[in-house]
């Protein structure tokens, strides 16, 4: 399978808000009330809302896709973009997901890979990302890539207060 990792522009803002909802809700429906779901993917899905990520100029949005199909993608950020300023010198995940047909392939690897190539070529000291304490599939997945948990923070699913583990690697 041919996958390609290609950088996001306005003009894929609908192929985003697509992949980010669908891949958003197949993580994370089951384990959350509808009604909270609606209410982040209405505000964190919005056309406005992910115009204004793709605008600003130290967040970067990537796909993945085979055969011409958004099948997943990535959005980092660094600078004043993180969604905390917890580390120096980092770039921050903030969002990595596939669509579950996908899952175990390696697509998730593909698109940390292209973080990583990021931080390197920027010469960035750290990566970090936030990861709910109750997905533990994702939690082995960032730990077999080398990540440690160094603190957590309060994530709003609507009106559900949960809480991410906050995870780093240093490079």
Not at 57 to 72: D, L, R, T
Request: glycine share 6%; hydrophobic share 45%.
């Amino acid at each position: 399978m041919e996958v390609t990792i290609r950088k996001v522009d306005l003009k894929d803002l609908s192929l985003l808000q697509t992949i980010g909802r669908q891949t958003f809700a197949e993580s994370f429906a089951k384990d959350n009330t509808a009604a909270d779901m609606e209410q982040y993917l209405n505000d964190k899905f919005s056309a406005e809302q992910l115009r204004k990520e793709l605008e600003h100029p130290e967040s970067q949005f990537f796909f993945a896709e085979v055969e011409g199909e958004v099948i997943g993608y990535l959005k980092i950020n660094t600078g004043t973009a993180q969604s905390e300023q917890v580390l120096e010198s980092a770039l921050e995940i903030e969002r990595i997901y596939v669509r579950a047909a996908y899952h175990g392939k390696g697509i998730g690897k593909r698109l940390f890979d292209k973080a990583f190539a990021i931080v390197q070529v920027e010469a960035l000291r750290v990566i970090w990302l936030g990861v709910w304490e109750k997905n533990p599939k994702a939690i082995r997945f960032y730990e077999r890539q080398g990540f440690v948990v160094f603190d957590k923070h309060l994530f709003m699913l609507g009106k559900d207060e949960q809480t991410d583990f906050l995870m780093k690697l240093e490079v």
